[in-house]
């Protein structure tokens, strides 16, 4: 990650290709197939963007949404599933979030970028 001041404020950069590359081999070494990192916000924040590595096969089980989200992806392909539909996403492909219970599964070794701003904040 690199910074710079600008107008009195810190700026910061970092390489969505660098963090992809690091935690796909991250998923691959790991026993469970993935890897993640929250680069920007938190849970403490309304916004909140984390990387997540899944080797092929691999899939993060249903969850709730907990407010606006979008899945980047970055590398590979993933499905987001929905209880009424479903979404296929490739390198490059945004994936607006349902606000309902959904699962993501790599059919092939896949990083995604989620970036979910909480609601109610």
Do not use: C, Y
Request: charged share 25%; glycine share 12%; aromatic share 2%.
């Amino acid at each position: 990650m690199s910074s710079g001041r600008m107008g009195g404020q810190q700026m910061q950069k970092l390489s969505l290709d660098a963090l992809a590359r690091e935690h796909a081999e991250r998923a691959a070494r790991s026993g469970s197939g993935r890897s993640a990192e929250t680069v920007f916000g938190g849970h403490e924040r309304t916004l909140r963007q984390t990387i997540i590595a899944l080797g092929a096969g691999v899939e993060l089980s249903e969850h709730e949404n907990p407010g606006q989200a979008t899945v980047l992806v970055l590398r590979g392909r993933v499905e987001l599933i929905g209880s009424a539909a479903s979404w296929t996403g490739r390198q490059g492909d945004l994936i607006l979030v349902p606000q309902e219970r959904h699962r993501l599964v790599a059919h092939e070794d896949a990083v995604v970028l989620l970036t979910v701003a909480k609601l109610g904040r």
